[in-house]
């Protein structure tokens, strides 16, 4: 079993949709990521939690510690949202693992 | 700007040759990684440096040697004997208390 687990594997939306993509892990985390990578390869930081939740125009992350869980909502979906999207956890030692990601498509 | 320069973008090897892919930040960041990208699947940790002149071994180091002399540059080092080195190559740096920044990857492929 992976260690760092997202749902759904693949998200197909219409644009002006609420999405949410999810992130489960097994273990002790110092702090989780969120990275969007587009089709060129380029990957961003959206976000690094370790507590509560982040907000940044239309995304918005949540982590839940006791629970093991983050969740990464989109409000008002847009085309140009469409990505790969990919939690990653940092652990002791500053190791970094990544779940394989969601691909997201919003529809037009 | 503050950044991760990798390079080269693109780059081709023969078989048996080994090849060094560069990856400088000026970011001050301590922490570097390399990851390995597969089409269809996440990233895989190669190596990763806390501090300069020590790295450590993630996933799938076999075939692949790194350095870290200088706090801004962490490069990796394809050898012949990593058996299937086609695929894109990440470099990163950051975490924790700096927010993870990423280069633009560079794209092997083995003739």
């Known amino acids: 079993k992976n260690e760092v687990e997202q749902s759904p594997q693949n998200l197909t939306a219409q644009e002006g949709e609420f999405i949410t993509i999810n992130c489960s892990y097994s273990?002790?985390?110092?702090?989780l990521h969120w990275l969007q990578q587009h089709p060129g390869g380029g990957i961003v930081s959206l976000f690094m939690?370790?507590?509560g939740k982040k907000k940044h125009g239309r995304l918005i992350a949540t982590i839940n510690i006791q629970e093991k869980h983050s969740s990464l909502h989109i409000t008002a979906s847009h085309p140009r949202d469409s990505a790969v999207y990919i939690c990653?956890?940092?652990?002791?030692?500053?190791?970094?693992?990544f779940g394989e990601g969601t691909q997201l498509t919003v529809n037009p | 700007d503050g950044g991760i320069t990798q390079s080269p973008k693109y780059l081709f090897r023969k078989e048996g040759q080994n090849v060094t892919l560069s990856c400088e930040q000026n970011?001050?960041?301590?922490?570097m990684y390399w990851y390995r990208q597969d089409p269809g699947q996440g990233l895989r940790l190669i190596y990763y440096?806390?501090?300069?002149?020590?790295?450590q071994k993630g996933d799938i180091a076999e075939g692949y040697s790194v350095s870290r002399e200088k706090k801004e540059s962490f490069p990796l080092t394809v050898t012949s004997a990593q058996k299937n080195p086609t695929a894109f190559y990440l470099c990163?740096?950051?975490?924790?208390?700096?927010?993870?920044?990423f280069g633009a990857g560079s794209r092997l492929t083995v003739l």
């Open positions: 990653a956890i940092e652990t002791s030692g500053s190791r970094l693992t």
């Open positions: 273990v002790g985390i110092s702090a």
């Open positions: 970011l001050n960041h301590d922490a």
């Open positions: 990163a740096s950051g975490g924790f208390i700096n927010v993870l920044t």
């Open positions: 939690l370790s507590s």
């Open positions: 440096s806390q501090i300069v002149n020590d790295f």
